[in-house]
């Protein structure tokens, strides 16, 4: 069984910097791709960005702004917050997925975090 427990969330003014981080356990860490998705309250969780071996994927109101990660010797994935904009405050779920590529989708993925809060003010 696979635990994912998500750290780094907090309140931060728009325009600064946070750093989410995603500990992994209790499988081998290489045959997962990992994910990052939010979700506010009354919306859908929505995709933020993926990593496999062979490279990342992010979705376009994020890209340029933040960066995906992992730390192969601690089995930690990071999301690295630039620019952060009021329309990125919610829960940020980390998840792994089983399978290959670079998945996009809620349901492709086996395994979620607890969730963090990310709040972004004026």
């Known amino acids: 069984q696979v635990q994912l427990l998500e750290s780094g969330g907090g309140l931060v003014q728009a325009g600064g910097s946070l750093r989410l981080s995603c500990a992994f356990s209790?499988?081998?860490?290489?045959?997962?791709?990992m994910g990052w998705f939010r979700q506010i309250p009354g919306k859908e969780r929505e995709f933020v960005a993926a990593?496999?071996?062979?490279?990342?994927s992010y979705a376009d109101s994020v890209k340029g702004r933040f960066t995906i990660s992992r730390d192969t010797a601690k089995n930690i994935v990071y999301l690295q917050m630039n620019s952060l904009k009021e329309e990125d405050t919610g829960v940020y779920y980390c998840?792994?997925?089983?399978?290959?590529?670079?998945?996009?989708?809620?349901?492709?993925?086996?395994?979620w975090g607890q969730g963090t809060q990310v709040t972004v003010s004026s």
């Open positions: 990593i496999n071996w062979s490279g990342v």
């Open positions: 209790g499988r081998r860490f290489g045959n997962y791709a």
């Open positions: 998840a792994a997925a089983a399978r290959v590529g670079l998945p996009r989708l809620k349901n492709e993925y086996d395994y």
